[in-house]
Every structure is written in C-alpha cells, then in structure tokens.
Nanobody, 114 residues
C-alpha cells in the first residue's frame, strides 16, 4: 500500500502564492508519476500538473507559467509551487501517485479571495 500525506493548503488573496507538498510512504516501487489534481465545488476533478519518473512535466493550460511541480527527497515528495493565484484556482487539491495503480491523498483546500 501507498500513503500520501498532503500539506500546505490555506487561504490567500489573489496574486499571492502557496506551496503544496505531498509525502509518499509505503510500497514505493515502480513509481511512474506523481502529480496534483483539483476539484472545485460542483465540478469534476481535473489535472493540474504531473511529473514523471524521468522528470517530464505536464501542466494544465490554465496554470502554465504560474505553477511549478517538482519532486524531492529521492522522489518521495512532490511539491506544487503556486504563484499569481486567482480566485478560479480555489478548489480541493489532491495528490496522486501512479505505479501499477493510482493512489490519491485526502485533499487539501486552497481558497483564493479576490
């Protein structure tokens, strides 16, 4: 089993910054990718950013140039630096890890006020 522990959510005004982190533990074999998704009230869960085992990154168009994903701690931690936040970034952010299946964290709330 894999456990994902997220931290770093909170409330910020538009234009501000937040950094999310997700620490993975457990059976961390053959991790293909880690990343972040988000879900706003009444909306589906959407991709924010992912980073593959070779360091290749993928971003949603809506966050390109504002968010940066990275992996640290020998690849067991994935972080999301979020700058120039907008009210439409408000959502619950979920960490995900994929090896032979997908694992999800519990989610952390990000609220951006105008």
């Amino acid at each position: 089993q894999v456990q994902l522990l997220e931290s770093g959510g909170g409330s910020v005004q538009a234009g501000g910054s937040l950094r999310l982190s997700c620490a993975a533990s457990g059976r961390l074999f053959r991790v293909k990718s880690m990343g972040w998704y988000r879900q706003a009230p009444g909306e589906q869960r959407d991709l924010v950013a992912t980073i593959d085992e070779d360091g290749t990154t993928n971003y949603a168009d809506s966050v390109k140039g504002r968010f940066t994903i990275s992996r640290e701690n020998a690849g067991n931690t994935v972080s999301l630096q979020m700058n120039s936040l907008k009210p439409e970034d408000t959502a619950i952010y979920y960490c995900t890890l994929t090896n032979w299946r997908a694992y999800w964290g519990q989610g952390t709330q990000v609220t951006v006020s105008s």
